[in-house]
Structure formats: C-alpha cells, structure tokens
C-alpha cells in the first residue's frame, strides 16, 4: 500500500508554557521570524533525530546479526 503525501497540512492550535516561551525567546534572538517557522523548525529536528534514531537500531541489529553468524 502507498501512502499518499499531502501536500499541506492545517494546524491550528495555541501554544502554552513552555513551547510559548520557547518560541517567543527564539523569536526575540532572531533564530526564527515566526512561529509558523519555529514550528516547521521543530519539526525537522525532531524528524532528524527520530531518523538518526532508527538508523542507528537497524545498524545494531544488523551488527549483532554478522556476530552471531560469525559464531
């Protein structure tokens, strides 16, 4: 089954806490303009980090594999 991917995705909701303060720090230093990009910023990392994640499970199941083959 192929997934099909959207193109755009609507998000409404308001951040409260932490993530507003995050934002608005970020927004005061000029490291982003808006929330819209504070949030596809997120986004990314997190997305990268998951990856990043994965990756290195699937290298050590694969590893622990040609070990125990070399057995």
């Known amino acids: ?3 099909k991917e959207p193109e755009t995705v609507h998000v409404k909701c ?3 806490g932490e ?3 995050i934002v608005a720090e ?3 230093r000029g490291v982003v303009r808006s929330v819209r990009e504070a949030v596809v ?3 990314l990392a997190f997305y ?3 990856m990043e994640r994965d990756l290195k499970r ?3 199941r694969a ?3 040609l070990e125990e083959e070399d057995v």
Request: charged letters at 35%.
């Open 14 to 16: 308001t951040l409260r």
């Open 41 to 43: 910023q997120g986004l």
């Open 19 to 21: 993530p507003a303060r």
């Open 26 to 28: 970020l927004k005061e």
């Open 48 to 50: 990268d980090r998951t």
């Open 58 to 60: 699937a290298q050590a």
């Open 1 to 3: 089954m192929t997934l």
């Open 63 to 65: 590893s622990r594999r």
